[in-house]
Structures are given as structure tokens and as C-alpha cells.
């Protein structure tokens, strides 16, 4: 597909990579792309927001409905085929200024979503109310 397409000097296929590795690429690509077509909690996709990477993915309900900023979900669509996961990205390119301004908007997402620190005390609050109860 990469080669069909004339954009391998564009891509990297990368394989398996070391968390530094794999914070060093992240902080310099601008978008992440999955075309999954299930996930149980997508740790990719959040580290990916986390590092500013604009997501274009495919719709997993209940998956990334909850995941995704909202300013985010009606900008990609339902994407269930590769040719509109293609379009969505390339529409996503074309736009600068809308990508500049969704890599904070997911930055921001991931933090007062995901950070540990937030995590942990929703865990505190669940138990705490279940001990009251």
C-alpha cells in the first residue's frame, strides 16, 4: 500500500520499538493512524494523544467514543473502509491550523483523562464510596 501509493519516503514502518524509542518517534509525528477494528483499552492511542499526535482512527464504540475529545469525533467520521481512512488523513494534513490546534486539545484530553494521578483517585473515590455505603 505504501509503495501504491508513492508516499515511502514519508513512511516509516518501524516494528517493535523501546519506550524511549517509542517517546523520541512520537514526539515528532503529528498524527497516529489505526484502522483497528477493536480495541479493549487502546494504551497506543492514548500514548500517541498524550505525545500531541492527532488521532485518525476508526470509530470502536464504546471504545473511542469516551476516548476522544469531542472536538475530535466528528472530524474523522465513521471510518469503515481504507479508502475513507485515507481521505481522513489527508484532509487532516491539508489543515495545519486544525491540526496545531487538536495536538493540545488531545494533550489536554490525555491529561485530565488519563494522567496517574487522576486515575488513582478515581480508583480512592470508588472505594472509599464503597466502603461508606
Same mark, same amino acid.
Given at each position: 500500500f505504501i509503495a501504491e501509493a508513492g508516499i515511502g519516503q514519508d513512511v516509516r514502518l518501524c516494528g517493535h520499538l523501546? +519506550?524511549? #524509542?517509542? $517517546?523520541? =518517534? =512520537?514526539g515528532v509525528c503529528e498524527l497516529f493512524i489505526s484502522f483497528s477494528q477493536s480495541e479493549g483499552f487502546p494504551n497506543a492511542l492514548v500514548e500517541a494523544m498524550a505525545a500531541g499526535c492527532v488521532p485518525v482512527v476508526r470509530r470502536i464504540p464504546d471504545v473511542t467514543d469516551w476516548i476522544l475529545p469531542a472536538e475530535l469525533r466528528g472530524l474523522t467520521g465513521d471510518i469503515t473502509t481504507v479508502d475513507e481512512l485515507s481521505a481522513a488523513w /489527508?484532509?487532516? =494534513? #491539508? *489543515?495545519?491550523?486544525?491540526?496545531?490546534?487538536?495536538k493540545n486539545v488531545v494533550r489536554k484530553k490525555v491529561r485530565e483523562d488519563f494522567d496517574a494521578? $487522576? /486515575?488513582a483517585g478515581r480508583y480512592a473515590? &470508588? &472505594? =472509599? *464510596?464503597? /466502603?461508606? +455505603?
Open positions: 523501546d +519506550q524511549k #524509542e517509542l $517517546v523520541e =518517534l =512520537l /489527508i484532509k487532516m =494534513l #491539508e *489543515n495545519k491550523s486544525k491540526r496545531l490546534e487538536l494521578a $487522576v /486515575i473515590d &470508588f &472505594f =472509599l *464510596n464503597r /466502603i461508606s +455505603q
